[in-house]
Structures are given as C-alpha cells and as structure tokens.
C-alpha cells in the first residue's frame, strides 16, 4: 500500500534549523510530484513548497522563501524540505503530498503522510 512517512520535526529554537524526510518505503517517488504543506493549529493547511518530477521545478511560498529549501534524491526515494532560520510561526504539522495524476505541478495531492510536528517557541 502506497504510503507517504514525514519525518525530523521536533523542537527547535528560533533560529535554528531542521530537515524533514519524506519517504514511501517501497515505492518509486521519482515519477510524481511532491509537496511540503503545514497546518498551525486554527489555521487552513497552506503549501509551502514543491518539488516537480525530475527536479524540473522548485516552487516555495513567500513565507518560506530564502530560508526553506527542497530536494529530493530518486535513488533513495526521499523527498527532503531543509529549514533553516526557523521562526515561532513556522510552528505547525508538516505534510508531504504526492502528485501523482499530473508530477508537473502540486496543483492536485493525491496522497498524504500523517504529518510530522515542528515546533519553534517564542
């Protein structure tokens, strides 16, 4: 069964930094699109980052951009999201989603992990 594990989130101060994993023992993530989502708690889940088929396209939201970095390597079947200079409202759960219908975009998530928390006091 196709299966989507976040890991590396944890506790954080601000300013530090963190590198999430995804990955889908198993299965060949190289064929889809992947995306890094957070919810914070009261809030709506927002995208914050893809990561197109082959690396052909890297997108990040203004909220991540210049701090957030995503990779994937196909041999291991890993999707990573590195997080430097994380802030208080970086705080929230990190979801990993695969495109799978269309891996040129993150328009559309067909699967998704359960989510890793990250969390960075104030």
């Known amino acids: 069964q196709f299966q989507l594990v976040e890991s590396g989130g944890g506790l954080v101060q601000p300013g530090g930094s963190l590198r999430l994993s995804c990955a889908s023992p198993?299965?060949?993530?190289?064929?889809?699109?992947m995306g890094w989502f957070r919810q914070a708690p009261g809030e709506q889940r927002e995208e914050i980052s893809c990561i197109t088929q082959g690396a052909r396209k890297t997108t990040y939201s203004d909220s991540v951009k210049g701090r957030f970095t995503i990779s994937r390597d196909d041999d291991r079947d890993t999707v990573y999201l590195q997080m430097d200079n994380l802030r208080p409202e970086d705080s929230a759960i990190y979801y990993c989603?695969?495109?799978?219908?269309?891996?040129?975009?993150?328009?559309?998530?067909?699967?998704w992990g359960l989510g890793t928390q990250v969390t960075v006091p104030s």
């Open positions: 198993g299965y060949n993530l190289g064929y889809y699109a």
């Open positions: 989603a695969a495109s799978v219908v269309d891996p040129s975009s993150c328009r559309q998530q067909d699967y």
